[in-house]
């Protein structure tokens, strides 16, 4: 039998104009534009705050409530040129981070630097991918992770996406109202559209609202390998599914998942039999969900892991479904607008 050609990264390209992404987050999180799509009905224009007329009794919503810390430090190397470096997650030692730094070049092993608020980093190896191992201490002895979120609130800033060039007002617009355990290097942003009233809504209505980890990390940061999906080697995240999470969705008449973290959180517990771990999940098609059967998600930049994700969850249609939402001048990307869709 003939083999089908390989899937290539191109084919999740598309033309995205400057003018589609949003600089700058909607001024009501509810009133974000909403582009439903669910299966065997009319495509409807709607808002966010529609999100609570969409869930059905006995349907679980499961949210993602990681919360972004400002993992972004500029500084000035010993020479008095600029640098920075994006924190991504702990290492396993204490104190050792693994980082984005530039310029990483300049940055030699053993050199250490003053960041601010007693916090001092020193360079490690190098992993690839332009990660560094950063050794972080307070005084002199290896800074806890505790010890390090408490410094970089005082000398850190948030990661905004490199897209968005605009300075954001008022910082915690891209934080969820739910954000709780501290960590992610990006926000999860399907979330930034929920407002307390919308989640009480959906509650009413006799859903449940329910809650997963999954710490964004350095994929969010990296488009696909060129050439063929085989090539590209996804990094591995944490997530955490609590029990009871888990017993709800099981449970569920329908499970829908605020943005694509959620949904590779749940569908890894699915995978892998563990509600906790780490995982390097990589969702293309052909995929068989286990667990999620509609997504608020946002829209994601060509050439993406999430664009890939979006493609096994309703097929080729998000081509159509993309087109159509630039064409009526939605707003994309991590502060634009939203759709909803049921799995195909």
Partial sequence: ??????????????????????????????????????????????????????????????????????????FRRPTGGAAELLLLEPDGDPG????????????????????????????????GDGRRIVHLSIGGEPALVEQVHGALDGVGELPLPPY?????????????VYATHAGSS??????????????AAIEAKGATVAR??????????????????????MHTER???PAQTWEQVQAA????????TVVRALESAAASGELAGRTDL??????DFAVVDRLLTNFHLPKSTLLVLLEAFIGPRWRELYELAIGDGYRMLSFGDAMFVSRH
């Avoid at 990006?186 to 989640?199: N, R, Y």
Wanted: glycine share 6%; proline share 8%; charged share 20%.
């Fill in 239 to 241: 997530y955490v599914v």
């Fill in 282 to 287: 990589f969702i293309r098609s052909p995929y």
């Fill in 1 to 74: 039998m003939t083999q089908p050609p390989p899937v290539e990264a191109a084919d999740f390209d598309y033309h995205l104009p400057a003018e589609n992404i949003a600089q700058a987050p909607a001024a009501d999180r509810s009133a974000s534009r909403l582009l439903v799509d669910l299966a065997g009905q009319p495509i409807e224009h709607r808002t966010t705050a529609a999100v609570a007329e969409l869930v059905e009794p006995g349907d679980v919503l499961v949210i993602n409530d990681t919360k972004v810390i400002p993992a972004r430090v500029r």
């Fill in 164 to 176: 968005i060039t605009d300075p954001v007002a008022d910082e915690s617009r891209y934080q969820t």
């Fill in 96 to 127: 050792s981070w693994q980082a984005l730094v530039r310029p990483s070049k300049k940055l030699v092993e053993g050199l250490a630097v003053d960041l601010g608020n007693d916090l001092v980093a020193t360079f490690g190896s190098h992993l």
């Fill in 253 to 260: 008449d329908r499970v829908v998942a605020v943005g694509t």
């Fill in 212 to 233: 997963v980890q999954l710490v964004v990390g350095l994929d969010t940061f990296r488009p696909l390998s060129e050439g063929s999906l085989d090539d590209h080697q």
């Fill in 186 to 199: 990006a926000a999860p942003t399907a979330g930034l559209h929920l407002t307390p009233e919308i989640l």
